[in-house]
């Protein structure tokens, strides 16, 4: 493809979206500690997706507690704005979560407080590229009139 445009003398213009997706990708698998926390969350959101004994126990104190019927989120690897989602998703879930864990019966670890704390700086340092992302990704075709004050909004936020 690169060749062909470069023969046809075609101007090459990178997907910003994609290339925020590589950026945000490799920040998170180069920060140890948060990769640990993935990890550790990917064991949790799996175990309470594919139990149906752990889903209704998340479901019925869920219920008890007064929170909203919401899915656990499991992150996808091609995907970074799922890790974004499955660690919002926990934060938002976080008492229901721990409460059903320990009503049940595995070896699964929850979340400690440090590291849903350093769940919620990432989740702050990560919210303008969600965003970005969002926004770029819902076009077809995107102008460099949207492009450019979205990468601003993120450099002024960092």
Same mark, same amino acid.
């Given at each position: 493809? $690169?060749?062909?445009?470069?023969?046809?003398?075609?101007? #090459?213009?990178?997907?910003?979206? #994609? +290339?925020? %997706?590589? $950026?945000?990708?490799?920040?998170?698998?180069? +920060?140890?500690?948060?990769?640990? $926390? !993935? =990890?550790?969350?990917?064991?949790?959101? /799996?175990?309470?997706? *594919? *139990?149906?004994?752990?889903?209704? =126990?998340?479901?019925? $104190?869920?219920?008890?507690?007064? @929170?909203?019927?919401?899915?656990?989120?499991?992150?996808?690897?091609? !995907?970074? %704005?799922? =890790?974004?989602?499955?660690?919002? !998703?926990?934060?938002?879930?976080?008492?229901?979560?721990?409460?059903?864990?320990? /009503?049940?019966?595995?070896?699964?670890?929850?979340? +400690? *407080?440090?590291?849903? =704390? %350093?769940?919620? /700086?990432?989740?702050?340092?990560?919210?303008?590229? #969600?965003?970005? +992302?969002?926004?770029?990704?819902?076009?077809? !075709?995107?102008? /460099?009139? @949207?492009?450019?004050?979205?990468?601003?909004?993120?450099?002024?936020?960092?």
């Amino acid at each position: 493809m $690169i060749a062909c445009g470069k023969a046809l003398r075609l101007r #090459h213009a990178i997907c910003v979206a #994609h +290339t925020l %997706n590589l $950026i945000v990708k490799k920040s998170l698998d180069l +920060t140890p500690v948060l990769s640990a $926390i !993935r =990890t550790k969350a990917r064991r949790l959101v /799996g175990y309470f997706r *594919s *139990s149906t004994t752990a889903k209704k =126990t998340l479901a019925l $104190i869920r219920e008890q507690m007064g @929170k909203p019927k919401l899915k656990l989120i499991q992150e996808v690897e091609t !995907r970074w %704005n799922s =890790t974004f989602q499955m660690l919002q !998703r926990l934060v938002e879930q976080r008492e229901p979560v721990g409460a059903a864990l320990g /009503g049940l019966v595995s070896d699964i670890p929850a979340l +400690t *407080s440090e590291e849903y =704390t %350093n769940v919620t /700086g990432c989740l702050s340092i990560l919210s303008p590229f #969600h965003e970005a +992302t969002v926004e770029l990704s819902e076009e077809k !075709r995107v102008s /460099g009139s @949207k492009v450019i004050p979205l990468l601003k909004m993120i450099e002024k936020m960092l």
